[in-house]
């Protein structure tokens, strides 16, 4: 059975900081790999999705990897403000016709970041 | 415009009682969802529908009770509520079930007392 591990658990960093977030995950047979951003009190929101034959993919300030023979992704935070402050969840899709779109999750990074 | 939307946000019952939660996406997505998060935050797929037939249906206690009227609503029954079912429950929908990204509602709240 997948398992998503995330690591930190939480961060707290000054504003402006680069930072890089980490997801494990035990099975590399998978479909994608996506990130979410989950506001308190709110939903989540993606982030990015990279696909099993992708290394990254990029989205303004954020950049995501993934090495799927050592089972790792990383998201990547430049210049960080304080408005990136959320939980940030990382999920992981088995491949294609098992399973049917479902999504296993790290338990996130609580990432507060400090004027 | 909303695309994936609960009602309500906020529920609080009492043991023993029955509710339901709705979802509705007007993003025109066949494959609708619904999961779990737990007090420790930890994010759990209960259900899957796609056009209205249900795919997916972890171990969940058969107390509860998907619905999906349409492709565009599905809707979560619980009966006879347990303090454990306390949790948020985020309804999400995809274009499909192979490797499409998943949309996410705002979550309902739910509290059993």
């Known amino acids: 059975k997948q398992e998503v591990t995330q690591i930190p658990a939480a961060l707290s960093v000054p504003e402006g900081e680069n930072l890089v977030l980490n997801c494990s995950f035990t099975?590399?047979?998978?479909?994608?790999l996506q990130w979410f951003r989950q506001d308190p009190g709110k939903g989540l929101t993606s982030l990015l999705l990279i696909q099993s034959s992708q290394r990254e993919q990029t989205s303004g300030r954020l950049n995501a990897s993934l090495d799927k023979s050592s089972g790792r992704s990383t998201l990547y935070i430049a210049a960080s403000q304080p408005g990136d402050s959320a939980t940030y969840l990382c999920a992981v899709r088995p491949p294609r016709g098992s399973t049917l779109g479902r999504l296993y999750f790290g338990r996130g990074t609580q990432l507060t970041v400090w004027p | 415009d909303t695309a994936v939307s609960q009602t309500p946000k906020y529920l609080v019952t009492q043991m023993g009682n029955d509710k339901s939660i709705k979802c509705e996406q007007n993003l025109g997505h066949d494959t609708m969802y619904w999961y779990k998060q737990d007090s420790k935050k930890f994010l759990k797929i209960m259900f899957s529908?796609?056009?209205?037939?249900?795919?997916i249906n972890e171990t969940v206690p058969n107390r509860f009770s998907p619905k999906s009227p349409d492709k565009a609503h599905l809707n979560l029954h619980i009966n006879s509520l347990e303090l454990g079912d306390s949790a948020v429950y985020f309804c999400?929908?995809?274009?499909?079930?192979?490797?499409?990204?998943?949309?996410f509602g705002p979550g309902t709240r739910l509290t059993v007392t």
């Open positions: 529908y796609n056009n209205k037939e249900l795919i």
């Open positions: 099975d590399s047979a998978i479909y994608n």
């Open positions: 999400a929908s995809s274009k499909g079930t192979s490797g499409y990204e998943q949309y």
